[in-house]
């Protein structure tokens, strides 16, 4: 069965910082790229970033280059997403997600086979 499960979400304050995970399992986790994406309440799903097997080959959206950072280790099967300088606007479900191809990143969702349950992360004093 495949998996991929999201954690390290929960209640941040405004200009904090906080470390998503993402387990995979039950693929081959060092044959896909693997990105995050989130969703914010009320709103359509946002790619935040994405990583290359290698990790030779790293995108941000606009949005949130410079304050997010992406990062795979293929040995644990795992993909983080760092997030600085948190926001109100940051307040979303974030979803790690994989797109069949080894070197070449996509910013379009409806194009990545498997996705994660998500992790909230609020951002509220």
């Known amino acids: 069965e495949v998996q991929l499960l999201e954690s390290g979400g929960g209640l941040v304050q405004p200009g904090g910082s906080l470390r998503l995970s993402c387990l995979g399992s039950?693929?081959?986790?060092?044959?896909?790229?693997m990105n995050w994406v989130r969703q914010a309440p009320g709103k359509g799903l946002e790619w935040l970033a994405g990583?290359?097997?290698?990790?030779?080959?790293?995108m941000y959206a606009d949005s949130v280059k410079g304050r997010f950072t992406i990062s795979r280790d293929n040995a644990k099967n795992t993909v983080y997403l760092e997030i600085n300088n948190q926001n109100a606007e940051d307040t979303a479900t974030f979803y790690c997600?994989?797109?069949?191809?080894?070197?070449?990143?996509?910013?379009?969702?409806?194009?990545?086979?498997?996705w994660g349950q998500g992790t909230q992360v609020t951002v509220s004093s």
């Open positions: 990583i290359s097997v290698g990790g030779s080959t790293v």
């Open positions: 039950g693929f081959t986790f060092s044959s896909y790229t």
């Open positions: 997600a994989a797109y069949p191809m080894r070197n070449q990143c996509s910013t379009s969702p409806s194009q990545y086979t498997y």
